[in-house]
DNA sequence: TGTACATCAGTGAACGCGCGTTCACTGATGTAC
DNA sequence: TGTACATCAGTGAACGCGCGTTCACTGATGTAC
């Protein structure tokens, strides 16, 4: 007889996905600081030896939570640009709204995404993942006139300002009260193609 | 009889300066985990407890090393500054090719800059060197028309652009010889006042 | 000029800590017959 | 249905590592007299 609850085949049931959302609550609660392979496992209620049975180490481990933090962010920009009216550049404000939210609710995982040296950046996983992100941002600034810079003007100057955004106010450098995204935005010289 | 060199007082003579170009050096080198107390002494040539003498632990050295990375980054902005043409546009240009060149030439000391759980941030000498660097873009914005987001909108825009700019490019997520950022500047609405 | 003394920068040994990794093992699970 | 076996996820002890900090000390320097 299978049992009443769905696939809990082995001792643990699915220890990989339990680490990875262990390191994410990590993050999140204690910053980088707190992220490492031995309180994953804890807090995953197994011992500190369990991962390696999972994970190419450390590094394997952190690449895997920062994909699973490209997933979450991806998803947060998607619900924004997905509750917003249909135009580009509502889609666009939207879009940029998501990726901001994301930052400011996950801050430390915001900072670890752009930390490549601690990450197997070549793991297929990984790539998904960050080129997902990505594509959202590139489908949102597609409408726009590409300009001098090429058909990815558009994305780099959004990326980079949103981006660059973000990071001053999570280094608390910028006061995001007193000078509210929404105010920076329309500064930009954007026209629909 | 003073010596003829100037002013070496003690055993080493300017410890506290010696650790600090070598944490800058190893910072330069190695990455942010290259960066520690016990290295920076190796460095230095003394035994590991020496700092202790001129710094407040760990966390005051790296105040005092990031402290330092401010003062080479306003310098740096001032140089390309004082060399351009005297109009507010080609200053303005001239100070955002000065943080971006700073950021290449110093990777992970500018990453290094914007953690600020790594610091002291309320150490004077480390509240009036980052002020500095950002009186040197705050002057080269002023000239320009502050907009929706009151007197600070311009800067805020200015300075996300150009930080998440530099970002994107250290983490390898845009290719800067493909999309320069005398491309994407244009974009701005920029009026003079 | 010389002596005694106080200062304090730097030493070197020791400490405890948490880390990632290794490894022989155990014991639950699934499968073959 | 029952038995034997292979698999392999997770254990727990041990390892070596580099880290920051502490502390009694030493010895060069500057100062007082």
Redesign the interface.
């Known amino acids: 007889m299978t049992p009443s609850q769905p696939a809990k085949p082995r001792h643990h049931g699915d220890l990989k996905t339990a680490l990875v959302e262990a390191g994410v609550a990590l993050l999140s609660e204690g910053?980088h600081?707190a992220l490492t392979l031995r309180k994953c496992a804890a807090r995953a209620g197994v011992s500190h030896a369990a991962p390696a049975h999972h994970f190419n180490g450390r590094k394997g481990l952190m690449t895997a939570i920062v994909a699973q933090g490209f997933k979450l962010f991806t998803q947060t920009m998607l619900e924004h640009r997905d509750a917003a009216d249909d135009n580009p550049h509502a889609r666009l404000v939207a879009v940029c709204n998501g990726y901001l939210a994301f930052a400011q609710d996950n801050q430390a995982m915001a900072?670890l995404m752009?930390?490549?040296?601690e990450v197997f950046s070549c793991d297929p996983e990984f790539q998904t993942a960050s080129a997902a992100a990505?594509q959202v941002l590139a489908e949102a600034c597609a409408p726009f006139n590409a300009?001098?810079?090429?058909a990815?003007?558009?994305e780099?100057?959004i990326?980079?300002?949103?981006?660059?955004?973000a990071?001053?106010a999570?280094?608390?450098?910028?006061d995001t009260s007193?000078?509210?995204f929404a105010?920076?935005l329309?500064?930009?010289?954007?026209q629909l193609r």
Chains 1, 2 share one sequence.
């Open positions: 910053g600081g900072a752009f930390r490549t040296e990505y300009g001098p810079a090429g990815r003007g558009v780099v100057l990326w980079s300002l949103v981006e660059g955004y990071s001053l999570r280094a608390g450098t910028i007193q000078t509210p105010d920076i329309p500064r930009l010289n954007l």
